[in-house]
């Protein structure tokens, strides 16, 4: 089949099956699953797809789905994902579709993540016979806070059960683009993500005699003041690192100095080298003040994220890729990095590809905001370009 003919055939079959994918994508927000506990989810995702031709894989861990397709012809392999987990939130919405859990929702999008790739899944296994080379959709778990992608990279689920994947490719959704747009940039597109978690021991008191007691409130307060000097102290203006501190908690009455305190927050960075710069920092600052007020100081640290870094190559496919696909006015390039974290980064360490940002409107709540919803409107471009880059990248990797 002709190029022009395959993009018109794809084309049809979304429009065909688009009110499906939407229900599929309501389902999914009705009944959200937290990281690691997919379980339904995932077996939603395969009973969806076991009457297609895909190869479904037994899980590399408990609750991902892994499908590989195989084309008529011989060639490249290329690898979709999507993420499949939801957020710990109450829902604050009056969609008819609305979490049935409290304090379970899809406020990140990965529903709508989901539903496309299963779409696109559909549409490929419809073209089979124009495919060249195998095409891997991963409907991952755990990419909120557990950040199992860097399990499943290391569990082999790019290269066991089939071809190794020569591209991996990922969509998100984003509210601060146009309904339907693709955006991207070139070498880092989001930051290394850690977390902390500081523990100040004190000595307890009454409030009438603060002389009698080793006060971690005002411990920790020092400690949250001096982290803040970190970044701006520490690292060159020129690059790119955040220190916030987004939690303290101490005491439950006003007139009680309190035993503890417990102050945790997250880091960012887009370089490497910045981690021990910023670790660093925190260590010193945590030894010195504790000492200096004679009161116990224990971090805890953890990096789950990496930054996420794109191959320019692959950004330049997208590019064309949206404009063939989505429409000349759809594709936006990204100005500058975020600093959110994302463990698709795992897979671009390993295989050369690109994350993309999927816009679902300007005017919308953001992720991780409990009246947030994935715009339906989004999910025909998400497929198509899905599709489209599938068939781009088996192309110029074959030639």
């Known amino acids: 089949m002709k190029k022009t003919a395959l ?97 379970k929702m899809h406020a990140c999008g ?34 909120e806070e557990l950040a199992l992608g860097k399990k499943l990279v290391e569990a082999g689920v790019l290269k066991t059960g089939g071809p190794e994947a020569d591209a991996v490719f990922a969509l998100h959704a984003f509210n601060q683009l146009p309904v339907g747009t693709i955006s991207s940039r070139p070498g880092p597109m989001m930051a290394a993500a850690g977390f902390f978690r500081i523990r100040v021991v004190g000595r307890g008191g009454h409030g009438a005699r603060p002389e009698s007691a080793i006060d971690p409130i005002l411990t920790g307060s020092k400690i949250v003041e001096a982290l803040q000097s970190i970044v701006a102290r520490n690292v060159s203006p020129q690059d790119a690192a955040v220190v916030s501190v987004c939690r303290f908690e101490a005491g ?4 009680v100095i309190p035993e503890e305190a417990l102050i945790e927050g997250t880091i960012r960075f887009l370089k490497p080298e910045t981690e021990k710069i910023l670790l660093d920092a925190m260590q010193r600052i945590v030894k010195g003040i504790g000492t200096a007020m004679n009161a116990k100081c224990e971090l805890d640290y953890r990096m ?96």
């Open 252 to 255: 439950k009455n006003a007139n």
């Open 304 to 399: 789950p994220y990496i930054p996420t870094i794109n191959h320019a190559d692959f950004v330049e496919m997208a590019r064309c890729v949206t404009h063939e696909y989505c429409g000349n006015d759809k594709w936006i390039e990204t100005p500058v990095p975020s600093m959110g974290g994302e463990d698709f980064s795992f897979y671009l360490r390993e295989y050369p590809g690109v994350f993309c940002r999927l816009g679902i409107g300007e005017d919308v709540p953001g992720i991780h905001h409990p009246q947030f919803d994935f715009n339906d409107e989004a999910l025909r471009n998400g497929m198509l370009f899905f599709v489209g880059m599938t068939l781009a990248a088996q192309l110029k990797i074959k030639n």
């Open 7 to 103: 993009k018109q055939r794809a084309a049809a079959i979304i429009d065909h099956i688009l009110p499906e994918i939407t229900a599929l994508r309501h389902n999914l927000h009705q009944h959200p699953e937290l990281a690691g506990e997919e379980f339904a989810t995932a077996e939603l995702v395969r009973n969806t797809l076991k009457f297609t031709d895909i190869e479904l894989l037994p899980p590399f861990l408990e609750t991902d789905v892994v499908g590989i397709l195989h084309g008529a012809k011989s060639g490249s392999n290329v690898a979709l994902r999507a993420d499949m987990d939801a957020l710990p939130l109450n829902e604050l919405t009056n969609l008819p579709y609305k979490s049935v859990f409290d304090g």
């Open 110 to 143: 990965h529903d709508g993540h989901t539903a496309i790739l299963v779409g696109t899944a559909i549409v490929l296994n419809e073209l089979r016979e124009s495919l060249s080379g195998t095409v891997r959709f991963i409907f991952q778990p755990g990419e």
